[in-house]
């Protein structure tokens, strides 16, 4: 199936005309997600990697948790719910000390830099988020020189980064020293595809041999743990800093947390009031992600556990083919018979039963995400929508 960029993706859910298009509130008593959406029944949303609040949800969900609890601000990032919400990833994952970073970009861009010192190259993925998908800032800003490896891979090998690292002293007269390593995972323009646990560890064991700092681009790490049942502590003790967004799938409108040894961290304050990266107040984010942090990791195991008993029951169908992508995450790709016309399938799914799925393409096939709506509705339920949608598109 060809690849999709994801922030493109939405437009083929037939969502695009309708003004409540991602509003929710969050996790409710009973573990249920509730969301304001035509129909009667809680939306099951098969794209994204989580629910994305509108305005007016957002701050409904807010006000619900300072009623229970008052909402404690920062100020410039120190204090109140920002720093409980640091305190907390320290525990997830194992670092000596987190930092609240206004976006994800930013919170590569510096723990590189810092990671790097005066050393100027950097080996990345030549698919990551680092070398395509932030404006060049390595070089620009930071004079730091990426050095792209597995073209058009979701991952390098130990094997390829040792080669690419010895031979440099025989391809280059002046020597710039290498700085860092970077490596997403899971990777967004891969569809969402990991690396396996076993070669980042041989990653690790080498850079470690060598001196050579590393940086996990974090952003989607759940679902790679989710999916590969590898915790984000395991994830991260490869690493010296590891960045985890909080809009994915925390419900956060914005900000990422940074984490590493002290010594690195230390440093991120400064340098983010130099980029213009300091604001007064960030304790709205902070306590979004803060209150859906809370059992995420066990919602995310039920969602696979829940997924793949679903996929089992529609593949008994025919006219349906769920197809897991090699290496992959949340991302699956549904496959319709060819007599199916996907509009009306797809429509049926909306309108009838509240479950968002993309346009099939001209060849009858959709990407399905998987994410925590899942958990909105049970699978036999789900299973019958699906054998519903069918006839409306026979």
């Not at 891969?190 to 060598?210: A, F, H, Q, V």
């Not at 947390?257 to 690195?264: A, I, Q, R, Y």
């Not at 799914?349 to 990407?367: E, G, S």
Request: charged content about 25%; some cysteine; glycine content about 8%.
């Amino acid at each position: 199936m060809p690849k999709q960029n994801r922030r493109s993706f939405l437009k083929g859910s037939g969502m695009a005309i309708l003004p409540a298009f991602i509003p929710a509130t969050a996790l409710q008593a009973a573990g249920n997600i509730q969301a304001h959406y035509p129909g009667n029944e809680d939306p099951v949303l098969f794209f994204g990697d989580g629910i994305m609040f509108e305005p007016t949800p957002y701050l409904a969900e807010l006000q619900k948790m300072n009623s229970l609890q008052p909402i404690e601000r920062d100020r410039y990032g120190t204090g109140g719910a920002v720093a409980a919400l640091e305190k907390q990833f320290e525990q997830i994952t194992g670092k000596e000390k987190a930092i609240f970073m206004p976006s994800g970009t930013m919170a590569n861009q510096l723990a590189i830099a810092a990671l790097s010192g005066d050393n100027t190259k950097v080996f990345v993925q030549d698919t990551s988020h680092v070398y395509r998908d932030e404006a060049d800032a390595a070089q620009s800003v930071f004079n730091k020189r990426l050095m792209p490896l597995a073209k058009d891979k979701t991952w390098f090998t130990a094997e390829e980064l040792k080669q690419a690292v010895e031979t440099l002293k025989d391809q280059e007269v002046f020597s710039s020293g290498i700085g860092a390593i970077s490596i997403e995972n899971p990777v967004r323009r891969t569809d969402g595809r990991m690396i396996p646990i076993e070669e980042i560890r041989k990653i690790s064991e080498y850079c470690r041999g060598n001196n050579i700092r590393m940086h996990l681009d974090g952003a989607r790490i759940y679902m790679a743990s989710a999916w590969s049942g590898t915790s984000i502590k395991e994830y991260a003790s490869y690493f010296d800093t590891i960045y985890i967004s909080l809009y994915k799938y925390l419900g956060a409108s914005a900000g990422a947390v940074l984490c590493g040894e002290k010594t690195v961290i230390e440093k991120m304050p400064h340098l983010i009031k130099i980029h213009g990266g300091s604001m007064y107040g960030n304790w709205t984010n902070a306590a979004m992600a803060l209150q859906r942090l809370n059992g995420f990791e066990d919602r995310m195991k039920e969602t696979v556990k829940r997924s793949a008993e679903l996929f089992a029951l529609l593949n008994q169908d025919n006219e349906l083919k769920v197809i897991p992508l090699d290496n992959g995450t949340n991302i699956f790709t549904l496959e319709l018979g060819k007599k199916i016309d996907g509009k009306k399938f797809r429509d049926k799914l909306r309108d009838a039963y509240n479950i968002r799925i993309a346009m099939p393409n001209a060849k009858n096939q959709v990407y399905l995400m998987v994410n925590e709506t899942i958990l909105n509705r049970d699978n036999s339920a789900l299973a019958q929508a699906f054998k519903e949608a069918i006839k409306a598109g026979s």
